[in-house]
């Protein structure tokens, strides 16, 4: 049994009981929707993806509307080829969050990667608009996104 398979069938485990012991304060919930998005950031950068995606989710019950998790989950289910699914993801962020640049990048390198051109070009320059003067593009994406995807980024900025 590897690191992220324990960890999950400790958390997984523990989960249940901790939920009966604990009030359900929104502080409580709080707490628990870290531990959960931590730890599905860890995992993804550890390359466990279906450790970190089972990570996201469960972040995602607690908090159905938090930005970065969608964000994430789209990006780990992007590392598994789950691309219609990373999608899925990518337009709830935009939905949540019209102005996130990030969110349009990530979703116009899904909708490139399925041969989308015309939805990605705009989910480019939707990133464009957004962009703040003198930040690089693509800066912090080689963690997150896969590298046959990079390369399409890196193109369209470059």
């Not at 870290?34 to 466990?48: M, V």
């Not at 993806?49 to 938090?66: D, T, V, W």
């Not at 480019?124 to 593009?137: F, G, R, T």
């Amino acid at each position: 049994m590897d690191l992220a398979s324990s960890t999950t069938m400790e958390l997984s485990s523990n989960s249940g009981s901790a939920s009966h012991n604990i009030s359900n304060s929104s502080a409580t919930a709080q707490t628990i929707y870290h531990i959960w998005f931590i730890r599905g950031k860890l995992l993804a950068k550890q390359g466990y993806h279906e450790a970190a995606l089972a990570s996201f989710k469960a972040a995602l019950r607690i908090q159905p509307n938090h930005l970065q998790s969608w964000i994430f989950q789209g990006a780990v289910l992007a590392h598994l080829g789950r691309y219609p699914a990373a999608l899925a993801s990518f337009d709830r962020a935009v939905s949540l969050s019209p102005d996130n640049r990030e969110a349009w990048i990530f979703r116009g390198a899904i909708l490139a990667s399925l041969g989308h051109s015309a939805e990605s070009i705009y989910s480019y320059k939707q990133a464009l608009k957004l962009q703040q003067q003198e930040a690089v593009i693509c800066k912090d994406y080689p963690l997150w996104m896969p590298t046959d995807m990079l390369a399409g980024l890196v193109d369209l900025a470059g």
